[in-house]
């Protein structure tokens, strides 16, 4: 017979709210440590389902994800910023956006941006030359974000952010933080006041707007000018191929692939006709495209971030690395090719996503009653699971506070539920970015730990802020260190 889920009844201490206002992460974590992997917590007038066990997690994410939709308060916050891009929509329209995306995002495409990723960093690292020489502390958390604006401008726009980093990493946290403010205040202040709040969010929203509906104009310019049949014919990536060098060249990100890409299998035609193939409009294009300059360096800048902090408080670990890094690379820039063998600079970065993982929370509503781990889920139910709470907890990951890389072993990886480790999500619905973020960081990380050794500067606080992400609540001041 099911039952409700442990939990503490139906009226939780004050305290237990003002904590879940001021620091979700370890609230949560605290509360699944107390009470078990699946956990029923009153939040005001809702319940809270807190499932982080790996088989109640992949039952939510992956056996019955039919069961469990995105129309949280969580996603219908984001949806304000990216619209319906792929992080936020559902059912139908979700699936036809990611098979038009999709291609975008395969191995071979991705591995091809590996230079411009390794120029970007390089182009960073001399600016960092100057603060080096005169003994001054950086914001590394600050130079994350603009390198993965960079990437991120040029994989997805062609574009070269330059000197608009500021600007839109600016933006982009400001839209961000506000969001995270209305949902810790269940959005109690209407969007229409003109507080000084939402009028900060507008003017952030409307540089992020500006910046992405200029690129799709000045893309849809460079693809008229190409031949109609050749621009037609460019559906795939194996259609792209068989064009000659210009075609190809204008193609050459992921915005004009999104333009080309067509979707037959949802197309509608009289009886007889032709199927006509349809692509995306302009606002589902700003969307995909918000969606993925935004999530697309964010979160990847977060990961760094904690890497290096990590890396500074644990001298074997760095040890090891540059060890690796110099048998591997021996002072050379690394390559995508190189990926594959350097592989204690992976398990580095998915250790740091175990302890820190930037999307750290993960919300559904439940479509219709389910049951998970013998406990009813009422239909409608708010279910959380957090990659943030599972990834530490003992039972799955012993010392799961401290940073050991080596648990990404291939040994000590054997037998591991896949769903003890989901920093990318899982099931239908997993970041269609991850094999995007794991090389882009792989190949920063390698660049960056060839050329300098990073410490915190002395008297910095660092706090972890659970936002949108998890990131530096103060930055991440350090002193480098040339190698």
């Not at 590996?114 to 960073?124: C, L, Y």
Request: charged share 25%.
């Amino acid at each position: 017979m099911t039952h409700n889920p442990p939990g503490p009844g139906n009226r939780p201490p004050i305290d237990d709210l003002n904590a879940l206002r001021e620091g979700p992460h370890a609230f949560f974590l605290q509360v699944a440590r107390t009470y078990g992997p699946i956990v029923r917590y009153p939040v005001g007038p809702l319940a809270v389902y807190l499932v982080t066990g790996p088989d109640g997690v992949k039952h939510v994410l992956q056996d019955n994800h039919k069961n469990y939709c995105k129309d949280t308060f969580q996603y219908n916050l984001l949806s304000t910023i990216t619209g319906k891009g792929l992080l936020t929509s559902d059912g139908d329209h979700w699936r036809r956006q990611r098979r038009l995306a999709q291609p975008a995002f395969q191995k071979g495409r991705v591995a091809g941006f590996a230079p411009m990723i390794v120029g970007a960093t390089e182009n960073m690292l001399d600016h960092w030359g100057e603060h080096a020489g005169r003994g001054e502390a950086i914001d590394v958390a600050a130079e994350m974000m603009h390198v993965a604006l960079q990437v991120v401008g040029k994989a997805m726009f062609s574009a070269e952010i330059g000197d608009q980093a500021d600007e839109l990493a600016t933006a982009t946290l400001t839209v961000l933080d506000h969001i995270i403010g209305r949902a810790r205040t269940f959005g109690v202040v209407p969007e229409w006041l003109p507080t000084p709040g939402n009028r900060a969010h507008r003017r952030a929203l409307g540089v992020l707007d500006r910046a992405v509906y200029a690129t799709i104009e000045e893309r849809r310019k460079s693809l008229r000018s190409l031949e109609p049949a050749a621009a037609r014919d460019v559906h795939t990536l194996e259609e792209l191929a068989a064009q000659d060098g210009e075609t190809r060249k204008a193609f050459d990100d992921l915005l004009a692939l999104l333009m080309a890409a067509t979707d037959e299998g949802t197309a509608e035609a009289a009886p007889g006709s032709e199927v006509q193939q349809r692509g995306m409009t302009d606002r589902q294009l700003r969307d995909e495209s918000m969606t993925m300059l935004i999530a697309g360096h964010e979160t990847v800048a977060s990961a760094l971030a904690w890497t290096w902090d990590l890396l500074a408080r644990n001298a074997g670990a760095e040890a090891r690395l540059h060890e690796e890094l110099d048998g591997e690379l021996g002072g050379r820039a690394p390559a995508a090719e190189d990926l594959p063998r350097l592989r204690y600079t992976d398990m580095v970065f998915q250790e740091a996503m175990r302890l820190y993982p930037p999307a750290w929370l993960i919300t559904r509503k439940a479509l219709d009653e389910d049951e998970i781990g013998g406990y009813t889920i009422p239909k409608g139910a708010l279910v959380v699971t957090s990659p943030y709470v599972t990834q530490r907890m003992p039972d799955l990951w012993p010392e799961p506070d401290a940073f050991r890389p080596e648990r990404f072993s291939p040994e000590e990886s054997a037998g591991r539920h896949r769903y003890a480790f989901y920093p990318f999500g899982g099931g239908p619905r997993m970041c269609i970015g991850s094999g995007f973020a794991a090389v882009e960081a792989g190949l920063i990380i390698a660049t960056v730990a060839q050329r300098y050794t990073l410490r915190l500067a002395a008297g910095h606080p660092v706090v972890v802020e659970s936002g949108v992400t998890l990131r530096p609540k103060h930055g991440l001041k350090m002193q480098l260190q040339p190698r």
